[in-house]
């Protein structure tokens, strides 16, 4: 069987997924075999460039003449069109991938979340950092109680790109496109982890204190002269508490100065503990039981999660790849009829602590879940 894909967004994670796809049947050959059938965008002079340099056969400017026809449907355009192209595919019986975070605001991933329930196919959420080796090989430690009693989980996710005020106003910048700013865009995949890590040894995030702030009140506009408000966060934190009683701190920004893509997850329990940079994805650094201190771990073997179907051991791969297990693991749902995690339910869950960090901030007292 081949899947015809539809996917609507064709630019950083149009292009991130495209060549996720044409990785598969090279390295993944047990993968469900897909074929790129329609590029769906609103711009039809670049959809149609877009479209031949993706590898697509063919372009719509309407998503609607294509999700109940199409095997599977891929939502990566901005924020405000999760719902509705979502919610259409998935009435029709269209499996469903959408871009994190769910939605602009906990209301509307509420309803995507329902059709999904509703709806009995595969619905994907994108929160690809699950798929790193380096994350999963921390999963099976935390799992099997190498850390012991979880006492501490820290997340930070810290990049540069709007450090500087006269960068370019897009529209990440703007609440009723985006939501939000770093907490949405960068502070759900932290949420995410802390939920996917510590789920079964922690519990839940219970209870929240948040504070976002917002540094460059309105940025020009490219290529005018004029400018335009930001109305989301630059940068936030919290505190927050799990089911289990261990203690959280979280913090995104995207005007941390000297850092790319800095997320970095500490845990720390009474028996050992881990840490993990995302700029360097290959390495696990492990604390277990009678260490004097951290021992630094290359999760390359063969025996490590995904790793059989890239390079020799000590032969690194990188962040591109995370999308490569991501789609091999939706798709394989999608054509064997199985669940599919990170769903929907999940993109709620962190929908909910993203909305409680904001409620926090606004009320400047502590929130309850």
Known sequence: ?????????????????????????????????????????????????????????????????????????YNLGPNHVHAEPSIAALEAGTPTFCEKPLAPTLDTAEDMAQTAADADVPAGAAFNYRFVPAIQYAKGLIDDGELGEIHHFRGQYLQDWLVDPDAPWSWRNDEEVAGSGALGDLGSHTVDLARFLLGDAAGEITDVSGHLRTFTEERPVEGSDETRPVTVDDAYSAQVEFESGAMGTLEASRVA??????????????????????????????????????????????DDPYVDHWWPPGHVIGWEHTFVHENYEFLSAVAEGGDQEPSFADGLAAQRVLDAIEQSDERGEWVSL
């Open 1 to 73: 069987m081949t899947l015809d894909v539809g996917m609507l967004g064709y630019r950083f994670m149009g292009k991130a997924h495209a060549n996720a796809l044409d990785r598969l049947p090279m390295f993944f050959p047990e993968a469900p075999a897909v074929n790129k059938d329609v590029l769906v965008g609103r711009d039809e002079d670049a959809l149609a460039e877009a479209a031949d340099r993706l590898g697509f056969d063919r372009i719509a400017t309407d998503w609607q003449d294509i999700v109940d026809e199409v095997d599977v449907f």
């Open 257 to 302: 100065n000297g850092h790319k893509n800095a997320h970095t997850i500490e845990i720390e329990g009474s028996k050992g503990a881990v840490k993990f940079d995302l700029e360097r994805l290959n390495e696990l650094e492990v604390l277990t039981e009678g260490d004097r201190g951290f021992q630094q771990v290359l999760v390359t073997d063969a």
